[in-house]
Antibody, heavy 116, light 106 residues
């Protein structure tokens, strides 16, 4: 069974940093591209970033480019999202998902709140 | 590219058929289109990929169609568990875009 478990969210001040993790199991992690999607409170879905199976290709939404960095450790079956220079509008639930044609399996999400 | 979903809210009864629309501001390939269902407090669930292919385990009452700039999700014989928010998604140039969602309510 495919499982994705996010962690690392929490309350952070504007300008601060967080690192989100997504632990994957139930599939061969290093053969799938992965992605992060966020959802602000009461709002719709926003694609944040994606990474190729090997990790050598990374892609970002304009809203996060230069502040958020996606990475993966295929030896540990883990996806990361490094978040710097956090802003209030980064407040959201952050989901990781596996990419197969579209986003076929999702984690439950981890909440990030940016507030002073 | 902007995806516009309509209507914003659709009010129907169990047993009826729902038709949800997603219009793109530019023409896109069929293979880039997907639909998701999201219920409160849950992550999204993939329903349709490649415009018309049902994801594993998705009931046959869900169907997708369309090409170019107009894509449609149809749900026939609505079941109580189908009332949720639905999002369309397009993939283009290594980026993904979501529509703003359609709320299907009883």
């Amino acid at each position: 069974e495919v499982q994705l478990l996010e962690s690392g969210g929490g309350l952070e001040q504007p300008g601060g940093s967080l690192r989100l993790s997504c632990a994957a199991s139930g599939f061969t992690f290093n053969t799938y591209a992965m992605t992060w999607v966020r959802q602000a409170p009461g709002k719709g879905l926003e694609w944040v970033s994606s990474i190729s199976a090997s990790g050598d290709g990374t892609y970002y939404a304009d809203s996060v480019k230069g502040r958020l960095t996606i990475s993966r450790d295929n030896s540990k079956n883990t996806l990361f999202l490094h978040m710097n220079s956090l802003r209030a509008d980064d407040t959201a639930i952050y989901f990781c998902a596996r990419i197969v044609w579209a986003f076929d399996h999702w984690g439950q999400g981890t909440p990030v709140t940016v507030s002073s | 590219i902007v995806l516009t979903q309509s209507p914003g809210t659709l009010s129907l009864s169990p047993g009826e058929t729902a038709t949800l629309s997603c219009r793109a501001s530019q023409s896109l390939s069929r293979s880039s289109s997907a639909w998701y269902q999201q219920k409160p407090g849950q992550p999204p669930r993939l329903l349709i990929h490649d415009a018309s292919s049902r994801a594993t385990g998705v009931p046959g009452r869900f169907s997708g169609s369309g090409s170019g700039t107009d894509f449609t999700l149809s749900i026939s014989s609505l079941e109580p568990e189908d009332f949720a928010v639905y999002y369309c998604q397009q993939y283009t140039g290594s980026r993904y875009i979501f529509g703003q969602g359609t709320k299907l309510e009883i």
